[in-house]
């Protein structure tokens, strides 16, 4: 099971490819979870919005919400750990940009 912290920055990687409602839900239930003092509320917290906002996704309609989230965010999340292992210096893609962004 993915920490809060890796939750985060999978959901912020896929920022872009929710629709602007959904963005701002998003990053305003993230804002709501750095407030939290439990690990378990922040992911509590983020598992409600995701419920949510995965409506966006065809994929995560057909397969369910939660296997979406049990076998797509570990394998979002493997990659940019990839990634980051393995990138040339001065890479300037957006999973670095990603990265770049405060967490």
Same mark, same amino acid.
Request: hydrophobic fraction near 45%; charged fraction near 30%; charge should be negative.
């Given at each position: /099971?993915?920490?809060?912290?890796?939750?985060?920055?999978?959901?912020?990687?896929?920022?872009?490819?929710?629709?602007?409602?959904?963005? $701002?839900?998003?990053? /305003?239930?993230?804002?709501?979870?750095?407030? /939290?003092?439990?690990?378990? =509320?922040?992911?509590?917290?983020?598992?409600?919005?995701? +419920?949510?906002?995965?409506?966006?996704?065809?994929?995560?309609?057909?397969?369910?919400?939660?296997?979406?989230?049990?076998? $797509?965010?570990?394998?979002?999340?493997?990659?940019?750990?990839? +990634?980051?292992?393995?990138? =040339?210096?001065?890479?300037?893609?957006?999973?670095? $940009?990603? /990265? =770049?962004?405060?967490?």
């Amino acid at each position: /099971m993915l920490s809060y912290q890796d939750m985060k920055l999978v959901c912020i990687s896929y920022l872009d490819s929710f629709s602007a409602i959904n963005q $701002k839900r998003l990053l /305003m239930a993230l804002d709501s979870c750095e407030e /939290m003092k439990t690990e378990r =509320e922040k992911k509590f917290r983020l598992y409600r919005i995701l +419920h949510l906002i995965l409506w966006d996704f065809e994929e995560a309609i057909e397969i369910g919400f939660v296997n979406f989230i049990n076998h $797509k965010f570990p394998e979002r999340l493997e990659a940019i750990e990839y +990634h980051t292992l393995n990138k =040339e210096i001065n890479c300037f893609c957006d999973i670095c $940009k990603l /990265m =770049e962004m405060p967490a």
